[in-house]
């Protein structure tokens, strides 16, 4: 393989398992074309104690990695062998690194030490430094039908589920599975339901919308924008391909209240927003969100 493997995938899709499997592949003693798995070297990785693998990820799901983990790499990487073979070092969520980790690795990947293999995992090329990306080899991975997607989540879980389920996570099965297995799919209805409420003049109901905004934290404004991409998409009457396939009656309400140009505003609005706070944490989100939402208001309406 390439000395540098990029797998590009939403998350939620497995794409971290494909990654262990390449470097349980690359370190089997057996290796033809997958581990053998009865080995030493595949016995201790299926342990997770191989002394030739290594791993960094973000510590908290949205956090960067730090400089200082993107380094050891580096380490990692001039050390030999402790079992005379390959060494893997993957990089799980690489678009996580920050531009200072970034930079203190790519001498590396374009040079890396005889018998070093890099694995990185991300959501999509636009997430990545270019430098990092131009020295990689790049694998896409397809995501699955969305109706593949549903049957082995309700196979899973034994229970049927919505298609807007699927549909906010991007057909990935894992994340799916998640959302469904932590209630988001509830408070994301019922987030769906207070903010179609407050769409309605007299606009009243401003500060549930907000309250259930900060329980479920940033993602809901991910949530409220391709709410509002559906409205949109239904004032101009595209139909076949909605997010939210099963909340027309909602969408529909919304697209007859609030004119289009008020609609694309706010979407733009909330999308500057979500990327504000995922760079800085510290932010007044209740202040922030009650700001958006007031851009609906117009005139003398009421906000209660």
């Given amino acids: ?88 070092i993957m990089i799980d969520c690489a678009d996580s690194m920050g531009e200072a980790g970034a930079n203190a690795i790519l001498k590396t990947l374009e040079e890396p030490p005889s ?78 339901e207070a903010f179609v409420a407050f769409l309605q003049p007299p606009h009243i109901g401003i500060y549930d919308v907000v309250s259930l905004c900060i329980s479920e934290g940033i993602v809901s404004m991910k949530w409220l924008s391709y709410f509002l991409v559906d409205c949109i998409k239904f004032q101009q009457g595209v139909t076949g391909y909605l997010t939210h396939s099963e909340s027309i009656d909602k969408i529909q309400s919304v697209a007859q209240a609030v004119p289009s140009t008020i609609l694309i505003q706010q979407v733009r609005k909330i999308n500057e927003l979500h990327r504000k706070l995922e760079k800085h944490s510290g932010l007044n989100i209740e202040l922030l969100i009650v700001e958006w939402l007031t851009g609906f208001i117009g005139g003398n309406n009421r906000v209660s």
């Avoid at 939620?12 to 370190?27: D, F, M, P």
């Avoid at 990545?128 to 049957?151: G, Y």
């Avoid at 034994?158 to 599975?177: D, F, G, H, V």
């Fill in 115 to 192: 018998g070093c293999q890099f694995i990185l995992t991300a959501q999509s090329l636009d997430s990545l430094l270019p430098t990092i990306v131009s020295r990689c080899n790049k694998w896409r991975i397809e995501t699955p039908d969305e109706q593949f997607v549903k049957q082995w989540v309700e196979k899973q879980l034994m229970q049927t589920i919505k298609i807007e389920s699927i549909r906010l996570n991007a057909c990935a099965p894992l994340a799916t599975q998640q959302f469904i297995e932590q209630g988001m799919d509830i408070r994301h209805n019922h987030l769906n």
């Fill in 1 to 88: 393989m390439h000395h540098a493997i990029l797998l590009l995938a939403p998350k939620g899709t497995g794409r971290e398992v494909l990654g262990q499997q390449l470097a349980q592949t690359v370190l089997c003693n057996n290796c033809d074309s997958e581990p053998c798995g009865v080995c030493h070297s595949c016995k201790l990785f299926a342990a997770g104690t191989h002394p030739d693998f290594h791993l960094i990820q973000p510590e908290q799901e949205g956090k960067q990695i730090g400089v200082d983990a993107v380094r050891q790499c580096n380490r990692w990487a001039m050390e030999t062998s402790h079992l005379a073979g390959q060494r893997v």
